[in-house]
């Protein structure tokens, strides 16, 4: 990403963690570029830059989930206003996290029950944010809400056992697991892209799409060197 378009996406959203209005015009915007760089540059050199080690965690996080759903959907035959509904919806899938005490996302150690419970609550926080926010895509606020239910909706927020998982929400788990994984936090090193391979398969049908993972992970052979 051009600096100027990371300071402008840091910007967006340093407003939202200070409870100002979301910019969603601005996102929209990087979304689109994202879109673009595909058609021009090719699958593999985006994701190949967009992988990055970094300690902006939730910024960058947020970034690389949107690329890795963007690199899912478009393999999958999807395009025009889906596929960047689907970008913007990896975009904003843990802005629930900015209303989480730093220390709590920044923590070395394992979190209390305390903690947790209120990590938990990210989901709905971002949903709930959203939805109060014009011109956000409803795939986005669904997408905020569900992506920590888990194929076998085993995760957090408890829904219904009848709920049917939307199928960005089930991309986004599978982008999040692999970005979360591989890139390096407080209280671990970034882990190797085999040893994730291997992690995925352990958990297809129960955290993950079996279809949807086998596809991200045809993906992500594809990319040399990542």
Request: hydrophobic share 40%; charged share 25%.
């Amino acid at each position: 990403m051009p600096a100027e378009e990371i300071a402008r996406l840091m910007e967006i959203y340093e407003a939202v963690k200070y409870r100002h209005k979301l910019k969603i015009t601005g996102i929209f915007e990087i979304v689109s570029d994202f879109v673009d760089a595909f058609r021009q540059e090719g699958r593999s050199l985006l994701v190949l830059a967009a992988l990055r080690e970094t300690d902006t965690y939730t910024f960058t996080h947020s970034t690389n989930v949107c690329i890795l759903n963007l690199a899912q959907a478009m393999a999958l035959g999807i395009e025009g206003q889906l596929l960047n509904d689907i970008g913007v919806a990896g975009m904003l899938h843990d802005i629930g996290k900015l209303f989480i005490p730093e220390e709590i996302l920044t923590k070395s150690g394992k979190l209390t029950q305390q903690e947790f419970e209120l990590m938990q609550t990210h989901p709905a926080r971002g949903a709930r944010y959203l939805m109060e926010s014009p011109g956000v895509p409803r795939l986005a606020i669904v997408n905020a809400f569900e992506h920590h239910l888990k194929y076998d909706l085993s995760g957090y927020p408890k829904v219904p056992p009848a709920w049917i998982q939307n199928i960005c929400s089930q991309m986004t788990t599978i982008s999040d697991f692999y970005d979360a994984l591989r890139t390096k936090r407080p209280y671990r090193d970034a882990l190797e892209q085999e040893v994730i391979r291997g992690y995925m398969l352990e958990i297809l049908g129960s955290h993950l799409h079996p279809g949807l993972t086998r596809n991200f992970l045809r993906i992500i052979s594809d990319v040399k060197k990542l």
